[in-house]
C-alpha cells in the first residue's frame, strides 16, 4: 500500500501518483537493514520530526520515517536492529586528520588521552616499561593537555627518568614540545653538538635527560619520532585495523586525511591501501598529499599529478572508501606558520626579507594544481599568513580564469574578517579543528583572553555562509577523540575547563554536530551523498551510549558509539548491540604494544 503520509505525495495529481506506483513498489521492497525503536534521531536535514526509524539497502537510506512506516520494508532476511530509545546521528566525519599515519603508529604509541591525573599518566609509562623489549621505546605522541590533569602540569623528564630508569622514553605535547628520558637520550645519540633546524633546540637537562622545543619550527620533534623503530608491514596493517575499529567505537564513519609530516606517499600508506583493497575499509578515507621537503614541493607535485589521479576509489566494498583527494595541508613549507602557541608567531615577511620566497614558492605550486584541477588545502593558524595565501590563490585565479574545484584553509584560528570575506569571493572552505581546546590556555598566556573569545571565529563563519567542516586534527596534536571537539565546539572550553569563547561564539549542539557530519562532507565534494540520515544518502550513522542532546555538558566527552555502520554494514557493536558485532580483528601485534592494556582497560570498564 502507499505510504499517504508523505506530504509530498498528497500534493501532487492522482495521475502522477498512478505513474509513481512501479517506483514506490520497488522502493519498498525488502530492505537489508532496517533500524526501529529510537530516541532521537538527528537526520541533519528538514526532515527529522517524527522520526524513530530507517531502513537502509545497497549502502544507502531507502526510507525514514515512523516504526510503522519502516515496517513495510522488513522481510525474511532484513537485519533488525532495535534501537531501544536511543539517540541516532550520522556517522561523524573528521573534516582534518592524520589517520593514515595515525593507524601507521597506533600499536606503538600509548595514549594519555582523557587521563585526569599526571600520576595516572606517569603509571601507565611505567607500566609499559616493564612490558616493551629491549630496543623498543615507550612513547607518548600527542593528544594530551597538562591541563587536564588534576595536577595542571607537565611531567617532568625527572619522573620519566624515574618511571623508566632503563627504557626509552619520549613523551610529545602538542607540536611544541618534546620529553626524552636519560634513555631516550642515549639511544637516540643526542649530544649538545646535535644538529638542529632554526627555531627547533634541544635542552639538556641536569640529572640525566632533555627538553625538545620548538620555537616555532618543530623539525627536531619530526626527526625525533622518525628515528624511533617502526612497525613491519604485517604490524601495520594490524595496527591500522586496531585503529580504525577505535574510530568506529567513537562513532566515526569518515574522515578526511591531510597528510602529515614525516608521512611519505606512497610507502607509508600501505596499511590503509592493504586493508582498502584486500578487506575494504570501515569507514571512508579520502586522503590529501603532504610535500615533506622544502624546496622540493613543485618536483613532488609535478611527480604525483603525472602518476595519480584525484577521485577514484580503491576500496573493494565502500563507495568513495579509499580516495586521493587532492594536494595538502601543506603546499609549500615556506608558508607554513605551524601552531606553537608557546613561540612568538612566525613572520612570513621577516622569511622574504631574509630571501625566502613563499609567494612565489606558493604560486608555483598553485598553479600546477589549478591546471591539473586537483582540490588543494592550506595549512594556516594566523591572519597574517592567511592574507598572504590570499593575495597568491587570487593572483593564479585572475591568471587562470579558474581556480581549484574545491579548496580549504586548515586552522584558521585568527583569521579576519577581511580574509573571511576573500575566501567566501574565491569559493573556499575552513577546515576547523580543536587545537584550542589543547592548547587554548597557552594561547591566552601569550595573546589574552580578549584574543581566544572568538579563536576561530566560528559564529561569523557561519553568518557570512562560508562552508565550515570540524575536525580534530588528531593524533598528535589533538586527540583522535571527536567528542573532545565537540565539547569545544559547544562549551567553548579547553579540555582542563579554561573558558575561551564568549557565547557569541559557542555552537548550539546541532549546529556542532552539523558541521562534523554533513559540513566536512564539503571538503570531498560529497554534501550530496553523505553526512545526512535522508533517502539516497550513504547508510553511515551511530547508535549513541547517551544522549547527546540533553546530557550536561561535561558528559560530551565521555560519548562514544554501541554500534556503528558504514555502509549499511555494523563495523562497531558493543553492550546491548553486540550481537550485532563484525567478525573480531586479529589479536594486536605486536603482542606487547600498549593497544593491548589499552583494550584490556576498555574491556573492564
Known sequence: MLNFKNTALRSVALSALIASAPALAQDQQAADLIVMNAGTVFTGGAAQSGVTAFAVRDGTFAHIGSDADIEAYRGDDTQVIDAAGRTVIPGLNDSHSHQIRGGRFYNLETRWDGIPT??????????????????????????????????NRMPTVE????????????????????????????????????????????????????????EPNPSILYKTIG?????????????????YRELNRLGLTSSVDAGGGGHVFPENYTGSKNIATNDGLP?????????????????????????????????????????????????????????????????LAEREANGQDPRGD???????????????????????SIALIMDVFEQVAEEQGKFAPRWAIDHAETVRETELERIKALGGGIAIQDRMAFAGEYFVDRYGADAAKAAPPVRQMLDMGIPVGAGTDGTRVSSY?????????????????????????????????????????????????????AEGMYADFAILSGDYFTIPEEDILSLESVLTVTGGNVVYAADSFADHAPEALPAVSPDWSPVVSYQDALAAR
Open 118 to 151: 599526571l600520576a595516572a599518566a606517569l603509571d601507565l609509562i611505567r607500566t609499559e616499561a616493564a612490558r616493551v623489549p629491549d630496543g623498543e621505546w615507550v612513547r607518548v605522541i600527542g593528544g594530551w593537555s597538562p591541563y587536564q590533569f588534576e595536577e
Open 159 to 214: 619522573e620519566l627518568n624515574e618511571a623508566a630508569p632503563d627504557t626509552p622514553v619520549f613523551v610529545l605535547f602538542l607540536y611544541s614540545q618534546g620529553f626524552l628520558n636519560q634513555a631516550g637520550v642515549e639511544a637516540l645519540g643526542y649530544t649538545p653538538e646535535t644538529a638542529t633546524a632554526d627555531g627547533s633546540r634541544i635542552e639538556f637537562l641536569d640529572g640525566g635527560g632533555a627538553i625538545l622545543h620548538a
Open 227 to 243: 628515528a624511533l623503530p617502526q612497525l613491519s608491514e604485517e604490524d601495520m596493517v594490524n595496527s591500522t585495523k586496531q585503529y
Open 283 to 347: 569507514l571512508r578515507m579520502n586522503y590529501y598529499l603532504f610535500a615533506q621537503q622544502g624546496g622540493k614541493e613543485a618536483e613532488d607535485f609535478a611527480e604525483w599529478i603525472a602518476n595519480n589521479e584525484v577521485g577514484v576509489n580503491e576500496d573493494v566494498h565502500l563507495e568513495h572508501g579509499y580516495e586521493l583527494d587532492g594536494a595538502g595541508e601543506f603546499l609549500v613549507h615556506s608558508v607554513g606558520d605551524w601552531e606553537n602557541f608557546m613561540a612568538p608567531a612566525p613572520d
Open 362 to 384: 606558493l604560486h608555483e605550486v598553485t598553479t600546477m594544481l589549478v591546471e591539473a584541477g586537483w582540490p588543494l588545502r592550506q595549512h594556516a593558524t594566523y591572519g597574517d
Open 481 to 533: 577523540n571527536p567528542w573532545p571537539s565537540l565539547y569545544w565546539l559547544v562549551t567553548g572550553k579547553t579540555v582542563g575547563g579554561l573558558q575561551l569563547w564568549d557565547d557569541a561564539n559557542k555552537l548550539t549542539r546541532e549546529e556542532a554536530l552539523s558541521l562534523f557530519t554533513s559540513g566536512s562532507a564539503w571538503f570531498s565534494q560529497e554534501e550530496d551523498v553523505k553526512g545526512k540520515i
